[in-house]
């Protein structure tokens, strides 16, 4: 069993920067890509960024050149480095270890909120 928990979120001004980080717990040998997702009020979770046990990674259009996502495995950690944030950011945010065998993990949620 893996547990994944998350820090980092917060209340920012519009332009300002946050890092969001996930720490997995437990064995992850299965795991073969991690990622964070978030959610608006109203509206589905959607995958923010997401990174490969490879090392590859994949954005959201409307975060690319924004957000950065990475890995330190040593930590068993990712991280979401979030810059020039903007109020249609402002989210619960959720990471997501996933791997084989249909298994998958998320984290508790972290809410960040963007004022104009």
């Known amino acids: 069993q893996v547990q994944l928990v998350e820090s980092g979120g917060g209340l920012v001004q519009a332009g300002g920067s946050l890092r969001l980080s996930c720490a997995a717990s437990?064995?992850?040998?299965?795991?073969?890509?991690m990622g964070w997702y978030r959610q608006a009020p109203g509206k589905q979770r959607e995958l923010v960024a997401s990174?490969?046990?490879?090392?590859?990674?994949n954005y959201l259009d409307s975060v690319k050149g924004r957000f950065t996502i990475s890995r330190d495995m040593a930590r068993n950690t990712i991280y979401l480095q979030m810059n020039s944030l903007k109020p249609e950011d402002t989210a619960a945010y959720y990471c997501?270890?996933?791997?084989?065998?249909?298994?998958?993990?998320w984290g508790q949620g972290t809410q960040v909120t963007v004022s104009s």
């Open positions: 997501r270890w996933w791997g084989t065998r249909l298994v998958e993990y």
């Open positions: 990174i490969s046990s490879g090392g590859n990674t």
């Open positions: 437990g064995s992850i040998s299965s795991i073969n890509a």
